[in-house]
C-alpha cells in the first residue's frame, strides 16, 4: 500500500525557515518523481514543486521561486521542501504527492500524503 | 501559464441525478492532458480521471471525462451520496507548472 506521510509544518513568523519532510513507502521511490503542492485554507489547490526521480530536474512555481528548495534522500525514501523567506501568503496544508509516471514525469498525481500545516503568522 | 475556470462554482442536485462539470482552458491543452480530481472535508484530493478521459485505478464507471482543446466535462452519471465533494481539474500539457481550476462544489439539495 502507497503512503506518504507529511510532516514538519508549524506556526512560523514571516521571515522564517521551514523544512518540511515526506516519508514515502509502499513503492519503489526512486523510480518516481514526486511534487509538493499545496493549499491555502478554504481555498484551491497549487502546485508549488517538483523533483525528478534522481533528483537531476527540478521545478518550482513562480511564486516560491528563489525562496523554496525541493530535495529527496532515495536511500531514506524521503522527499523535503525547505522554505526560507517565509511570507504569510505561504500559509497552506502542503501536500507531497507522487507522479503517476514511472522513470518519466507525467506531471499529475496519483497518490497524495494527507498534509501538513505551515501557519505564517507573526 | 493555461488559466483553468470550472464552471459552476457550486452545483446542487440529488442523489441518482446526473451532474455535469465543466473546465475551460485559457489556452488549448496539448494531447488531452488535462486530470480530474475529488476532495472530501478533511482528505487529500483523489485522482478520478487522466488524459481526459481515462479513469483511475478503483474509480467507478459512473464517472466519465471527455473534451479536448479548451472545453473539458467530468459527468457523474448517477449520483452516489459519497460523491458529494469538491472537484478540481488540472492541466499538465505544458508542465511545469501544473495549473488547478478553482473547484466546483457539488453539494447535496
Known amino acids: 500500500e502507497v503512503q506518504l506521510v507529511e510532516s514538519g509544518g508549524v506556526v512560523v513568523q514571516p521571515g522564517g525557515s521551514l523544512r518540511l519532510s515526506c516519508a514515502a513507502s509502499?513503492?519503489?521511490?526512486?523510480?518516481?518523481?514526486m511534487h509538493w503542492v499545496r493549499q491555502a485554507p478554504g481555498k484551491g489547490l497549487e502546485w508549488v514543486s517538483l523533483?525528478?526521480?534522481?533528483?537531476?530536474?527540478?521545478y518550482y512555481a513562480d511564486s516560491v521561486k528563489g525562496r523554496f528548495t525541493i530535495s529527496r534522500d532515495n536511500s531514506k525514501n524521503s522527499l523535503y521542501l525547505q522554505m526560507n523567506s517565509l511570507r504569510t501568503e505561504d500559509t497552506a496544508l502542503y501536500y507531497c504527492?507522487?507522479?503517476?509516471?514511472?522513470?518519466?514525469?507525467?506531471?499529475?498525481?496519483?497518490?497524495w500524503g494527507q498534509g501538513t500545516l505551515v501557519t505564517v503568522s507573526s | 501559464e493555461i488559466v483553468l475556470t470550472q464552471s459552476p462554482g457550486t452545483l446542487s442536485l440529488s442523489p441518482g441525478e446526473r451532474a455535469t462539470l465543466s473546465c475551460r482552458a485559457s489556452?488549448?491543452?496539448?494531447?488531452?492532458?488535462l486530470a480530474w480530481y475529488q476532495q472530501k472535508p478533511g482528505q487529500a484530493p483523489r485522482l478520478l480521471i487522466y488524459?481526459?478521459?481515462s479513469r483511475a485505478t478503483g474509480i467507478p464507471d459512473r464517472f466519465s471525462g471527455s473534451g479536448s482543446g479548451t472545453d473539458f466535462t467530468l459527468t457523474i452519471s448517477r449520483l452516489e451520496p459519497e460523491d458529494f465533494a469538491v472537484y478540481y481539474c488540472q492541466q499538465y500539457g505544458s508542465s511545469p507548472p501544473n495549473t488547478f481550476g478553482q473547484g466546483t462544489k457539488l453539494e447535496i439539495k
Open positions: 509502499g513503492f519503489t521511490f526512486d523510480d518516481y518523481t
Open positions: 488524459g481526459a478521459s
Open positions: 523533483i525528478s526521480w534522481d533528483g537531476g530536474s527540478t
Open positions: 489556452q488549448s491543452v496539448s494531447s488531452s492532458y
Open positions: 504527492a507522487k507522479d503517476y509516471g514511472v522513470l518519466t514525469s507525467e506531471y499529475y498525481f496519483d497518490y
